[in-house]
């Protein structure tokens, strides 16, 4: 069989509670020139038998299991190496999709050619029940780089477009998901001085908030980070300062010309800046202050 158009990858790691039913979500899919690509990271519970049964039964899903766990930030990138589709699609253990979030999303994105296309989202709860939509707020169709920066940046809060559909290619040029809380809002920056983005105006993805996700679990931007990748050694964390430092690389990075690369560093600034100046001088604050009390 030829490479299928889309990948979706799914990274998980001790998923059982919630996989089966994201399993059928996306088995259920009205378009189905899809791979669904797994990758276990190290489970510890009934994922790894969980996959191995839907596996043996549907011949587009394939599953490799990591030995030791590589981190959030590795496994997510992992899936992306692993495909062989044009485009992917992020899916998680824990959301669910409509049964034409596939169709759609590929239909906007052959007749417009985005960057990224992502549905309108349904919040669910842990039982699956609809607890009302989110407004993501991201149609970012302007022409230029920094007017799609100035409209992400005062409308990004839950990172849901990061589920949508895009060109692999696309992808690979990127930085991918860092080892850091919120590196899916620093994605999608990069992503959106790459192009546009479109939203399927229905709401067909369906996320699920409950206390078992990592921002709950992993409450501390130090454990976060952790969570990220078990490897890093240095806990304390510039939350908001790291993703203002990283926006600004990804601008250095866009192939875009150097005039817009200065007006979209200009437009960060004045954006990012009011908006989150107090928490980043807090954070270097908590950083400088213990340091001082030790030379005392």
């Given at each position: 069989?030829?490479?299928?158009?889309?990948?979706?990858?799914?990274?998980?790691?001790?998923?059982?509670?919630?996989?089966?039913?994201?399993?059928?979500?996306?088995?259920?899919?009205t378009?189905?020139?899809?791979?669904?690509?797994?990758?276990?990271?190290?489970?510890t519970?009934?994922?790894?038998d969980?996959?191995?049964?839907?596996?043996?039964?549907?011949?587009?899903?394939?599953?490799?299991?990591?030995?030791?766990?590589?981190?959030?930030?590795?496994?997510?990138?992992?899936?992306?190496?692993?495909?062989?589709?044009?485009?992917?699609r992020?899916?998680?253990?824990?959301?669910?999709?409509?049964?034409?979030?596939?169709?759609r999303?590929?239909?906007?994105?052959?007749?417009?050619?985005?960057?990224?296309?992502?549905?309108?989202?349904?919040?669910?709860?842990?039982?699956?029940?609809?607890?009302?939509?989110?407004?993501?707020?991201?149609?970012?169709?302007?022409?230029?780089?920094?007017?799609?920066?100035?409209?992400?940046?005062?409308?990004?809060?839950?990172?849901?477009?990061?589920?949508?559909?895009?060109?692999?290619?696309?992808?690979?040029?990127?930085?991918?998901?860092?080892?850091?809380?919120?590196?899916?809002?620093?994605?999608?920056?990069?992503?959106?001085?790459?192009?546009?983005?479109?939203?399927?105006?229905?709401?067909l993805?369906?996320?699920?908030?409950?206390?078992?996700?990592?921002?709950?679990?992993?409450?501390?931007?130090?454990?976060?980070?952790?969570?990220?990748?078990?490897?890093?050694?240095?806990?304390?964390?510039?939350?908001?300062?790291?993703?203002?430092?990283?926006?600004?690389?990804?601008?250095?990075?866009?192939?875009?010309?150097?005039?817009?690369?200065?007006?979209?560093?200009?437009?960060?600034?004045?954006?990012?800046?009011?908006?989150?100046?107090?928490?980043?001088?807090?954070e270097?604050?908590?950083?400088i202050?213990?340091?001082?009390?030790?030379?005392?």
């Amino acid at each position: 069989m030829g490479a299928p158009t889309l990948s979706v990858g799914l990274p998980v790691y001790n998923g059982e509670r919630f996989l089966e039913d994201a399993l059928e979500s996306i088995l259920s899919q009205t378009y189905e020139d899809f791979e669904l690509v797994i990758s276990d990271n190290a489970s510890t519970d009934r994922t790894g038998d969980i996959c191995r049964e839907y596996a043996s039964k549907e011949p587009r899903i394939r599953y490799l299991r990591l030995e030791n766990n590589i981190g959030a930030a590795g496994n997510f990138n992992r899936v992306i190496d692993l495909s062989f589709g044009s485009h992917f699609r992020w899916a998680s253990h824990d959301d669910l999709c409509a049964p034409t979030c596939f169709e759609r999303c590929m239909e906007v994105y052959e007749s417009e050619q985005p960057v990224l296309v992502y549905p309108q989202t349904l919040i669910i709860d842990e039982q699956g029940a609809v607890q009302g939509s989110y407004e993501d707020g991201l149609d970012l169709r302007q022409p230029r780089a920094h007017s799609r920066v100035r409209a992400m940046l005062t409308r990004l809060t839950l990172c849901n477009p990061i589920f949508g559909v895009m060109p692999i290619e696309v992808l690979r040029q990127t930085r991918r998901l860092g080892a850091f809380p919120s590196s899916d809002e620093v994605l999608l920056f990069e992503l959106a001085l790459r192009g546009p983005f479109h939203e399927v105006p229905e709401p067909l993805f369906l996320r699920r908030l409950h206390e078992g996700r990592s921002t709950v679990a992993h409450a501390s931007p130090e454990d976060r980070t952790a969570w990220f990748d078990p490897t890093i050694q240095r806990r304390r964390y510039f939350h908001r300062t790291k993703v203002f430092v990283e926006d600004l690389k990804s601008i250095g990075m866009a192939p875009i010309p150097a005039g817009e690369r200065a007006r979209t560093g200009l437009t960060l600034g004045r954006t990012y800046i009011p908006r989150w100046w107090r928490l980043m001088a807090r954070e270097v604050q908590h950083a400088i202050v213990p340091q001082r009390k030790r030379i005392r």
